[in-house]
């Protein structure tokens, strides 16, 4: 039977760990962190993402700011928030959460966020960094440098001579996560919707990573014995044994039938969810460590 990595246990280590420093760096400098969640439209699902989040931000004793923009708010109007939030000495990051809607161009939304504030690491700098080995300065999107520390638990921090298998291909969780794991010296394989036969694929794997955004899409069979899994996908599924109307969290993994092969493995909900923001905490805290000229605590 596979261990469970508790990623919710080492997401509140990590929030802890923050708000100390966040602590540490008032009292030397009195800078307080400040981040600004911005969301664009009513997706009940994101409203819950940007809700933890401002909470735990509290938690951290950051100065925190929420604004909740209506759907049909135009491009220009985001843009020029975004520039208010830039040139706001009180705010240190800024997350733009996506999807945004669909008359919105958000990679020009995302472009426009000073790279120093971009905590999400989307901004090209933030790619560039990543991809040439600058993580130093870079920031790291929160998804895959949660994922990775979840890793490192469980494989340790250099993964020499393992194959890592990474499903999916996005810009936030992807292609970050496959730069992190070759980074620290995995051999790593990118699959995505036209990979042919993924099923040999992630057998071959001694991490695998699933970002796909298909309910329990992983079977048992496809793991290889004694692998590290790492579950990304968060689905929201219908639960009429809870009830009528009500629904349940699942992965991307077919969490049961992976435990009898698996050597360790993230839960959902639970795993990947809650480290994502703990770093979006610790994105921050370097971001205003940065701006104060303080050096930052790494995870
Ligand atoms: N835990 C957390 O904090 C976070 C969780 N998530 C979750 O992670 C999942 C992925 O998110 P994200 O990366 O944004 O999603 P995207 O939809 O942007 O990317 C999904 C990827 O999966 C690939 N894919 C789709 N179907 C298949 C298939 N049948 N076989 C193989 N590959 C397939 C796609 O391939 P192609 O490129 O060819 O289309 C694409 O590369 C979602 O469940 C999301 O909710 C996301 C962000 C944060
Ligand atoms: N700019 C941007 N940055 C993001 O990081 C970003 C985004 N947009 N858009 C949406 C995705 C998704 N995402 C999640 C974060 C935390 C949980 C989380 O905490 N999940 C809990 C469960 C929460 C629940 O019960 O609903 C868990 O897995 O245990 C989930 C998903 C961040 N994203």
Redesign the pocket.
């Known amino acids: 039977m596979a261990e469970r990595i508790e990623g919710r246990k080492v997401a509140d280590e990590i929030v802890a760990a923050v708000k100390g420093g966040a602590e540490g760096l008032r009292g030397r400098t009195g800078v307080v962190p400040g981040i600004a969640v911005v969301i664009v439209g009513t997706d009940p699902?994101s409203q819950v993402?940007v809700a933890s989040k401002s909470r735990k931000a509290k938690e951290c004793g950051f100065h925190s700011l929420q604004h909740e923009l209506a759907e049909e708010t135009d491009e220009a109007t985001l843009l020029a928030l975004i520039a208010d939030l830039n040139a706001d000495p009180a705010i240190h990051g800024i997350l733009v959460q996506?999807p945004l809607p669909a008359h919105i161009d958000a990679g020009r939304v995302i472009q426009s966020i000073d790279p120093d504030k971009d905590v999400d690491g989307f901004h090209f700098i933030n790619v560039g960094k990543l991809s040439t080995g600058e993580t130093d300065s870079a920031f790291v999107p929160?998804?895959p440098a949660?994922s990775m520390i979840l890793t490192e638990r469980a494989r340790g921090r250099d993964l020499s001579g393992l194959t890592a298998v990474v499903?999916?291909?996005?810009?936030?969780?992807?292609k970050p996560m496959a730069n992190l794991l070759l980074a620290a010296n995995a051999t790593v394989t990118i699959?995505?919707?036209?990979?042919r036969d993924?099923a040999a694929l992630c057998r071959t794997a001694d991490i695998l990573v699933?970002?796909?955004?298909?309910p329990r899409?992983v079977k048992g069979d496809w793991i290889k014995p004694g692998a590290t899994v790492i579950d990304?996908?968060?689905?929201r599924i219908p639960a009429p044994e809870k009830g009528d109307g009500k629904s349940r969290l699942v992965?991307?993994v077919d969490f049961e039938a992976a435990c009898e092969n698996a050597g360790a493995i993230t839960p959902?909900p639970g795993?990947?969810?809650p480290?994502?923001?703990a770093m979006l905490m610790a994105n921050t805290l370097a971001a205003a460590c940065r701006r104060a000229g303080v050096a930052a605590p790494s995870f």
């Open positions: 699902a993402y996506l929160c998804t949660g499903i999916g291909r996005s810009n936030i969780v992807g699959a995505h919707s036209r990979t993924l699933a970002a796909v955004g298909r899409m990304v996908g968060i689905n992965g991307d959902v795993g990947i969810g480290m994502t923001i």
